[in-house]
């Protein structure tokens, strides 16, 4: 059975240890200070032992399809090419380092944020198809907009062309891997979904056909990366809103079955995620972000993004809802991971929830009956500490006998001011108390716990 010290292969990638930085939004954007803001975001957790970390969604394209401010462009390899100041410094403290590549299409700020389509009127939505009636709705409420372009299947080629040169970039750069953002509502998982995909050329119709974008992102990736290994998120729409507002949608066998045609394809691990159809508290869950809504140095950006101070209290409202529905709960991808293991051979990566590291074994495979994942990875709590594995790995019990926890609460006071451009860190006073305690303990110096 597997421990979180124990090492681990990846598509022929040996990662140190089974504890992961799951991939977040690093708000580094593509200025002179990117690379430095890049290393002072994602050396700590290199330096506290974890064994991989994920740098957040990165676009394959010079313009369009970001999905909030502050992302990061890899389009580019000259710019690419200075990136590898961050690989050799993730590489110096023993870590692997995998880039999360992305477009958001219909996600994307020229849809959601006011000010940037103001700015950028001449910039096109990329759709897989024309947006779902849910959505057009939306739109002629003025919530949202929707003037997107279709792709034809010439473009579609091209758009996982994209995705292949960036990844040939990244891994001459020095990046270990790569990781395909495959939900969160962006373009793969418009494509593998039967709520936006309703093409009916070979990348639309059945399963098979809407899984195809995919597979070709594979193709281009060997052709201009060769073997560096690929793992990707993999979708089940099951926290959708219920019939008859979404019919269509992935169900969790569904999420199963592409799980096991992507080993086929030739992925080499995958991350199977729950998460809506539309971008919502599915994807962070947790408490009513409260503190970030009511920060005045916030509040011109609110406005900006969402067009004004009454959409901007309409979005709040719905936040506060979305907190009811999806509230904090522990580890809550682990029924599909490990439905997911049941039918791969290939390794499972699970995130979502998971806050204790009596968690992380037994989802490994520490108890009586078999693990759910291979590796188990957290996001948000590196907001919170960013040199959390100190604390995690090599003890399995605080001196008090009790399981060690991380500090982060879920309540998403780092995630809200995103929309603004504010970076993700943590805003809560009694976390960043408990932090500073903790810093003065040294428990995130390696080795503390032993």
């Not at 992961?20 to 200070?33: H, I, Q, T, V």
């Not at 719905?318 to 039918?343: D, I, K, T």
């Not at 998971?354 to 037994?362: A, F, L, V, Y």
Request: aromatic share 6%; hydrophobic share 35%.
């Amino acid at each position: 059975m597997a421990t979180l010290e124990d090492p681990i292969e990846i598509g022929g990638c040996r990662v140190p240890n089974r504890l992961y930085r799951a991939p977040l939004l690093e708000c580094a954007g593509n200025g002179p200070d990117t690379v430095e803001t890049l290393i002072e975001d994602l050396e700590p957790a290199a330096a506290s032992g974890v064994g991989l970390l994920c740098q957040g969604a990165t676009i394959v394209r010079g313009d369009g399809g970001c999905a909030a401010p502050g992302m990061t462009r890899v389009h580019d390899p000259n710019f690419v090419s200075r990136l590898s100041r961050l690989t050799n410094r993730i590489h110096d403290h023993g870590s692997k380092i995998f880039l999360q590549l992305e477009h958001g299409g219909l996600r994307s700020m020229e849809t959601w944020h006011a000010e940037y389509r103001r700015e950028h009127p001449g910039l096109e939505q990329l759709a897989v198809s024309k947006p779902p009636w849910q959505l057009r709705a939306l739109d002629r409420a003025g919530f949202l907009s929707y003037d997107p372009r279709v792709l034809d299947t010439e473009e579609v080629y091209e758009l996982a062309a994209n995705f292949g040169r960036a990844a040939g970039y990244a891994a001459d750069a020095g990046y270990d891997g790569i990781h395909i953002a495959g939900a969160n509502m962006g373009i793969v998982q418009q494509f593998l979904s039967p709520f936006y995909n309703r093409r009916d050329d070979e990348f639309g119709g059945s399963p098979e056909a809407r899984l195809r974008f995919l597979a070709v992102v594979r193709d281009e990736i060997r052709k201009r990366a060769g073997d560096v290994p690929v793992i990707a998120k993999v979708p089940a729409e099951t926290p959708a809103p219920p019939a008859p507002l979404v019919r269509r949608k992935l169900s969790l066998e569904d999420g199963i079955e592409i799980a096991r045609r992507l080993e086929r394809i030739g992925y080499d691990a995958v991350v199977p995620v729950q998460t809506s159809v539309v971008w919502d508290m599915s994807i962070v869950r947790g408490e009513y972000p409260d503190r970030a809504w009511a920060n005045e140095a916030l509040q011109e950006g609110y406005d900006a993004a969402f067009g004004g101070a009454s959409r901007k209290r309409l979005v709040a409202a719905a936040n506060r809802v979305q907190s009811l529905q999806y509230g904090p709960e522990s580890a809550w991808n682990e029924g599909f991971c490990r439905r997911v293991r049941e039918r791969v051979s290939i390794p499972v990566l699970a995130e979502g929830g998971i806050r204790e590291r009596e968690e992380m074994d037994r989802l490994l495979g520490g108890d009586a009956e078999a693990g759910a994942c291979d590796m188990v990875g957290m996001a948000r709590p590196f907001y919170a500490e960013p040199r959390l594995g100190a604390r995690l790995l090599e003890t399995e019990s605080a001196s008090d006998g009790e399981s060690v926890r991380v500090l982060c609460e879920s309540c998403n006071n780092c995630t809200v001011p995103q929309v603004t451009g504010a970076p993700g860190i943590c805003r809560t006073p009694a976390v960043l108390r408990r932090r500073g305690e903790l810093e003065r303990d040294g428990a995130y110096e390696r080795g503390a716990g032993e």
